[in-house]
T-cell receptor, first 114, second 114 residues
């Protein structure tokens, strides 16, 4: 069973649409959760952390459901510039000296079309 | 902002060559990581280091070694490059403070082994 699973997509949506991505994780002891964004041929960058109570940053909303072991990312009013691959990241294990090892999902590709 | 610099953007090597990939960060981060990213497989952790001269194997360490002689520099070594090590290599760094798990990535090195 994969540790972190995402629907690979691609999700092709028109500008202005609302799109949601889900991610499931297998280890119930997982500590922290994140969404990273990766543009084509670029490095991943942190989009937002995911908190137990859910959190919002502008058009982006992240939710965590510990009971069902999934996290979600909702993008409202999609822009062309939102086109990217979105990576679900889970902190799974304490590796020593204050370091938590992160595991990445394979990513969900989003294309926003005019 | 944090800067993580990888020495080469593109590299072409021959089978059997010894290859050094260098990564330098300028924010005094304790933790540094090497990932490889392949289509359909996502990011996979090769090695990480949580302090100078400290290293731990990630998920796919076979065929690789690392060196962390100075805090700002983390080197990935392919002792004898093989064609299946053709990949995008991404270095990342992070503070070890528990409330700051944000990873900063370098722009990547696309390695081709012929």
């Amino acid at each position: 069973r994969k540790e972190v699973e995402q629907d690979p997509g691609p999700f092709n949506v028109p500008e202005g649409a609302t799109v949601a991505f889900n991610c499931t994780y297998s280890n119930s002891a997982s500590q922290s959760f994140f969404w990273y964004r990766q543009d084509c041929r670029k490095e991943p960058k942190l989009l937002m952390s995911v908190y137990s109570s859910g959190n919002e940053d502008g058009r982006f909303t992240a939710q965590l459901n510990r009971a069902s072991q999934y996290i979600s990312l909702l993008i409202r009013d999609s822009k062309l510039s939102d086109s990217a691959t979105y990576l679900c990241v889970v902190s799974l294990a304490y590796s020593g000296a204050g370091s938590y090892q992160l595991t990445f999902g394979k990513g969900t590709k989003l294309s926003v079309i005019p | 902002d944090v800067k993580v610099t990888q020495s080469s953007r593109y590299l072409v090597k021959r089978t059997g060559e010894k290859v050094f990939l260098e990564c330098v960060q300028d924010m005094d981060h304790e933790n540094m990581f090497w990932y490889r990213q392949d289509p359909g497989l996502g990011l996979r952790l090769i090695y990480f280091s949580y302090d100078v001269k400290m290293k731990e194997k990630g998920d796919i360490p076979e065929g690789y070694s690392v060196s962390r002689e100075k805090k700002e520099r983390f080197s990935l070594i392919l002792e004898s490059a093989s064609t299946n090590q053709t990949s995008m290599y991404l270095c990342a760094s992070r503070s070890s403070w528990l409330d700051n798990e944000k990873l900063f990535f370098g722009s990547g090195t696309q390695l081709s082994v012929l």
